[in-house]
């Protein structure tokens, strides 16, 4: 069984580019979740898909960011302008039920430069 | 509000053993999670505590303390695979399953 992929593993772009970061997660998952660490902080959540149905967005810090699940399956996060403090690792995780583990992919390393 | 403290980091040699508590303050409480980060990779489930207690799972245990607030992850015979970061994660605070991750620890462990 394949495990949860992201794409790409790093990144590199200056303030005020766009970025997508992409997002498959173990097939017959219905649960995505996204996740951001900050260097030496928390990992922080973002948001948690259901399906295709954002079910709770309340830890996407601005309206820069914008994530997708067309169709229930893989999941983008766009940042559109890209800012300085939005360097971090961003990491998507799978479930199959709400309750149950988490199963991460290895995230992207994003750095705004 | 909510918070989950663990210490930042631990030095440990191979072959000991190594505590990594974890307290928290949360608004609800359905249970403790730990996971294992090694650099550059995935965080992976370790344990999942609900109940008061130990549970122990090979060379790793994990303990609760409802009443206290308090749980920690117990590493018996260290090897140096073990060098990673483990984050501690509460599930319920407001009421969802959705884990909320304390700062995690980095363990090092040293021939």
């Known amino acids: 069984e394949a495990g949860v992929t992201q794409f790409p593993s790093h990144s590199v772009i200056e303030k005020g580019q766009t970025v997508t970061l992409r997002c498959d997660p173990i097939?017959?998952?219905?649960?995505l979740y996204w996740y951001r660490r900050v260097m030496g902080k928390e990992i922080k959540f973002l948001l948690h898909?259901?399906?295709?149905?954002?079910?709770?967005e309340s830890g996407m810090p601005n309206n820069r960011f914008l994530a997708e699940r067309t169709g229930g399956t893989y999941s983008t996060l766009k940042v559109q302008p890209a800012e300085l403090e939005d360097s971090g690792v961003y990491f998507c995780?799978?479930?199959?039920?709400?309750?149950?583990?988490?199963?991460f992919g290895s995230g992207t390393q994003l750095s705004v430069l | 509000g909510q918070s989950l403290e663990q210490p930042s980091e631990v030095t440990a040699v191979e072959g000991a053993i190594v505590q990594i508590n974890c307290t928290y303050q949360t608004s609800g409480f359905y249970g403790l999670s730990w996971y294992q980060q090694h650099d550059g990779g995935a965080p992976t489930f370790l344990s999942y505590n609900a109940l008061d207690g130990l549970e122990e799972t090979g060379r790793f245990s994990s303990f609760l303390s409802r009443s206290d607030s308090y749980g920690y992850l117990l590493l018996q015979e260290l090897q140096m695979k073990d060098s990673a970061s483990y984050f501690c994660a509460v599930k319920g605070s407001g009421g969802s399953y959705i884990p909320t991750f304390g700062r995690g620890t980095s363990l090092i462990v040293h021939p």
């Open positions: 995780a799978s479930s199959r039920q709400v309750d149950e583990k988490l199963f």
């Open positions: 898909f259901v399906k295709e149905s954002k079910q709770d």
């Open positions: 097939s017959g998952h219905d649960n």
